[in-house]
């Protein structure tokens, strides 16, 4: 990382759909060089924590991004993303999916996710089409969108990128599926898709690719187990991912740079299976309960292939004999009792990992980059359970 010039951050609004076009010219610049962006959320007390947090600061030369980590377990930080990561991150992308092509936008600019789509489209030098959210995201905008591009007449690849829950949405909709069967990639990540949603997608005849990353990765670097050209990886003693390449951040606004020796050691658990990565959750997502350790992620996996669930956050409460308890928040198409959950469960996990109380809701916390939002899903837990 170069120190000698410094750059202040320029704090713009994220763009909504049909400011993209807007937004590419000025994204294009911070990749060439000039003032590195900070995207702000257009409303809501983020904005003005970003706001505060960026406002005339000077990043090292080479930065294009301040873009926010998830914090979907704590407070999110800003990673600084040099230009030459971001363009490594994409081309290892496209040379991975089989050559550049043109990009459907679906996520939000105000995360990685999302921004690594127009870094793509910039890398591709083609415009990108956008899914119209003025009204959230849904199924129907969603296949509008795939309508514009024209695939037919095009000779280029056309890809996009989702989170697990509109990839859920989408197999809901029959419409909508058959908008997915004219891309040639969908990637999927932002959060773990359960094995469940990644078989429904294959047969329905979707070119699904689940990737795992970061923002301070510039976004995914492993595709379904295997890393981008350029991404190494390994696992620490104690069981932890670590990643090196040319797409790694130049560390935290306001903290200390990047890694000395080149890896990126991350907070969450993996191993190898057959050569292929294999991610069992995080390190901090770990709930104690009667002196066991209970990866939230692990038993959020068995939940999801309950029938009728489609999506489940779990956390831990405090309780006074067992130090922590175990508690499922659940989504699900009909109410769903306890007894069924950990009857359906049984095969699956330790019988100490198995829910002591499950919520039901409509629809669960989510963060803007799709994570869940685990912070409030503890606080509706302690609300709502028993």
């Excluded at 591009?149 to 829950?165: F, G, I, K, N, R």
């Excluded at 104690?288 to 999801?304: D, I, Q, W």
């Amino acid at each position: 990382m170069t120190t000698a010039a410094v750059n202040v951050l320029e704090l713009v609004d994220a763009p909504d759909s049909a400011a993209v076009a807007t937004f590419l010219p000025r994204l294009s610049a911070a990749l060439r060089g000039d003032a590195p962006l900070l995207p702000l959320p257009r409303s809501g007390t983020e904005r003005e924590r970003l706001r505060e947090a960026g406002a005339g600061i000077s990043v090292p030369d080479g930065v294009a991004l301040a873009v926010p980590t998830s914090g979907s377990t704590g407070s999110p930080r800003l990673a600084l993303l040099a230009a030459a990561a971001l363009k490594a991150s994409a081309d290892s992308t496209h040379k991975a999916l089989g050559g550049p092509g043109r990009w459907l936008l679906a996520l939000p600019v105000t995360h990685i996710g999302g921004l690594q789509v127009l870094v793509r489209t910039l890398r591709a030098g083609l415009d990108p089409a956008v899914v119209d959210t003025a009204s959230g995201f849904t199924a129907a905008a969603f296949a509008a969108a795939v309508a514009s591009m024209d695939v037919a007449s095009s000779e280029q690849p056309h890809y996009t990128a989702l989170v697990p829950t509109q990839l859920q949405r989408l197999l809901d909709d029959g419409a909508a599926v058959e908008a997915l069967w004219q891309l040639d990639a969908v990637l999927v990540g932002g959060a773990a898709a359960s094995d469940d949603l990644l078989i429904r997608a294959s047969g329905a005849g979707v070119t699904v690719v689940s990737t795992y990353g970061m923002t301070e990765t510039c976004g995914g670097c492993v595709y379904d187990g295997v890393p981008l050209p350029g991404v190494d990886l390994a696992i620490t003693t104690d069981g932890r991912i670590k990643i090196a390449g040319p797409m790694l951040f130049d560390g935290y606004l306001g903290e200390v740079g990047p890694p000395a020796d080149r890896w990126f050691t991350t907070n969450d658990l993996g191993r190898f299976e057959d050569g292929l990565l294999k991610v069992q959750g995080r390190v901090d997502n770990v709930i104690v309960s009667g002196g066991v350790n209970v990866p939230a992620e692990a038993v959020e996996r068995a939940l999801l292939a309950v029938p009728g669930v489609t999506a489940v956050i779990v956390v831990g409460l405090p309780d006074e004999e067992w130090g922590q308890r175990v508690v499922a928040l659940v989504s699900a198409r009909d109410s769903i009792e306890l007894d069924t959950v950990r009857s359906s469960c049984r095969s699956a996990l330790p019988a100490e990992w198995l829910p002591r109380e499950v919520v039901t809701l409509e629809a669960l916390p989510m963060l803007a980059s799709g994570k869940p939002d685990r912070p409030a899903a503890g606080h509706l837990a302690a609300v709502l359970a028993r």
